[in-house]
């Protein structure tokens, strides 16, 4: 088994200075946790795998292709592989799981 705790991801993640921490890597898929702070611009681009953002905390607006909507703690939002994507208007430090199909290369 492999088990994780939140706290102990985003402080590996800050110590890291990076607002992307991958933690878990298998065949099929990939997890990892990113960060926006309040304000801040997402910078990334279109993935070539599925995704599942799992909101952990904070609130903003993502726009994946030409739909917006808000999000919050608790929203899940799937974006497939190779549509632009982005979170804006990001009101509240943002910390988000991301689940990559097949994993991150």
């Not at 607002?19 to 878990?24: I, K, R, S």
């Not at 890597?25 to 953002?53: I, K, T």
């Amino acid at each position: 088994m492999k088990a994780f705790r939140l706290d102990e991801l985003e402080a590996e993640r800050a110590a890291n200075d990076g607002a992307y921490l991958q933690f878990l890597r298998e065949r099929n898929m990939s997890v990892g946790l990113y960060a926006l702070n309040a304000g801040e611009q997402d910078p990334q681009q279109p993935h070539r795998q599925d995704e599942v953002y799992f909101v952990v905390s904070g609130r903003a607006a993502i726009t994946v292709g030409t739909e917006t909507t808000q999000v919050a703690r608790g929203s899940v939002v799937y974006v497939p592989a190779g549509v632009p994507h982005k979170f804006h208007h990001i009101s509240e430090d943002l910390r988000v799981l991301v689940v990559f199909s097949p994993p991150e290369s």
